[in-house]
């Protein structure tokens, strides 16, 4: 879930809506499966707000290849699998490999963002 759900695209707002048979539709509060499987265990709202303060502090480029750049900074990592549904979005993901590394004050940023405000609302378990 490296994207946690489309998050990290930076593509959705409050009024995006999902297809009926589109597990962000029917799951989004963990109807039929863990709702951490969904966004990432996010209330899409929440999520879309938390989506954007964290696109502020990356480079204007996609925010979906921060998110895999995000990933691949940390040396434990040999490799991420982000879904993809066009050929220009395996395209990006790939790029995403290709941009330098994140500051280490971003990272800071970033994990502090994270234990503050997006770990204490994570619902499902993992």
Do not use: C
Request: charged share 25%; net charge neutral.
């Amino acid at each position: 879930m490296p994207l946690a759900s489309g998050l990290l695209t930076g593509k959705f707002d409050e009024n995006t809506r999902f297809a009926p048979k589109d597990h962000r539709n029917f799951n989004a509060d963990g109807e039929a499966f863990n709702a951490g499987e969904t966004f990432s265990g996010i209330e899409f709202a929440r999520g879309v707000e938390l989506s954007r303060e964290i696109a502020s502090l990356l480079p204007n480029r996609q925010m979906a290849q921060w998110a895999i750049r995000w990933i691949l900074d940390h040396p434990e990592v040999t490799t991420v699998i982000p879904g993809a549904s066009k050929v220009s979005q395996v395209e990006s993901n790939v790029a995403a490999s290709e941009l330098a590394p994140l500051p280490k004050e971003t990272h800071r940023i970033l994990r502090t963002l994270y234990d503050e405000k997006i770990k204490p609302i994570i619902r499902g378990h993992y």
